[in-house]
């Protein structure tokens, strides 16, 4: 008896470990599920490439990281069921849920986890005569693509210096082609609001160097004050990209979001990958060690889902 008893327990145990993690809740569709993600030299979609391989490994699924313009269109296909997930900056995410900005009407999106910081890069050549927002007035500079985040940010923060956005020619490139274009000297600079190091500009960094330009700490109270007061003033260290001193700048909170009718299950679920599997995904995406259960659930003005509140409130029991 005993040994059939273990050898029972043994096939069990192997064939949950060929399916993962064990099983999945219900809600889970046969469909192939996507990830809004980004442009494919940015943290979104690593993150968001790293987190499907996860998801598709523990709970036998077919889910893929889709490339996106950003926080702005990845809200807008989370909303409408195009994509089951999706990332977006914190003020994007505010504005979404408020039907403001670059949303005609509220969305009916919600947080399933705060992930980590996003910093405002401006970047130029190191070889540019540019070294304040206001040498940008009547340059070739990419503030981002047509509904991305970047562009909300970038647009706050040169009305913030009295910087006339329309003086400036905007080409609106994603991050891959503000890069070659710098690297072309066909543009002068571009924003980029990112993880750090975003991969895609350190890449740049080794064979062009760069500078960042300075964002003055009074321009972020303003744009602070004017905007949910969804950002705060922090700084570039060091080293980063080689630059040689560190430079104060904009950082603005990240959040994996998910439509307000996803299964309770189904972002249980993504939260036991996300948090099982961070220090795995952090070897790729160094941004994924900053996920922490503490810091996770503070999304306001955008709610947490119903799913997300009940697995924080299962792992302090």
Partial sequence: MTRRLVA?????????????CGGRSDGW?????????????????????????????????????EQTAGSVDNLLRVASGESLLGFAQG?????????????AEPLPVQAVARLYDEYLHVVVREDSDIDQLADLTGRTVSLGAENSGVNVIASRV?????????????????L???????????????FWVGGIPTPGIAELARTTPVRLLPI????????????????????????????????PTLAVPNYLVTAADTPDGVVRDVLDALFGARTSIAHDV??????????????????????????????RD
Avoid at 40 to 46: I, L, N, T
């Fill in 29 to 65: 569709g046969a469909e192939p599920t996507s990830i809004a993600g980004g442009g494919p030299d940015g943290v979104y979609f690593a993150y968001g490439t790293r987190l499907a391989e996860e998801l598709s490994a523990r709970f036998d699924l077919d889910v893929s990281a």
């Fill in 91 to 103: 003020d994007a995410a505010a504005d979404a849920v408020a039907g403001v900005g670059a949303f």
């Fill in 286 to 315: 160094p941004v994924a060690a900053f996920l922490d259960r503490t810091q996770a659930i503070f999304t306001g003005p955008v709610p947490l889902h119903p799913g997300a509140v009940e697995y924080f409130r299962s792992q």
């Fill in 158 to 174: 040169l009305d913030a210096a009295d910087v006339d956005v329309a003086s400036i020619d905007d080409p609106q490139l994603g």
């Fill in 176 to 190: 891959g082609d503000s890069i070659r274009a710098l690297e072309d000297s066909t543009i002068d600079g571009f």
């Fill in 216 to 247: 003055e700490q009074g321009w972020v109270a303003d744009v602070n004050e004017r905007y949910s007061h969804a950002y705060r003033q922090a700084d570039l260290p060091v080293g980063l990209y080689g630059i040689a001193e560190s430079e």
């Fill in 8 to 20: 029972a327990a043994l096939v069990l145990v192997t064939a949950a470990l060929a399916t993962g």
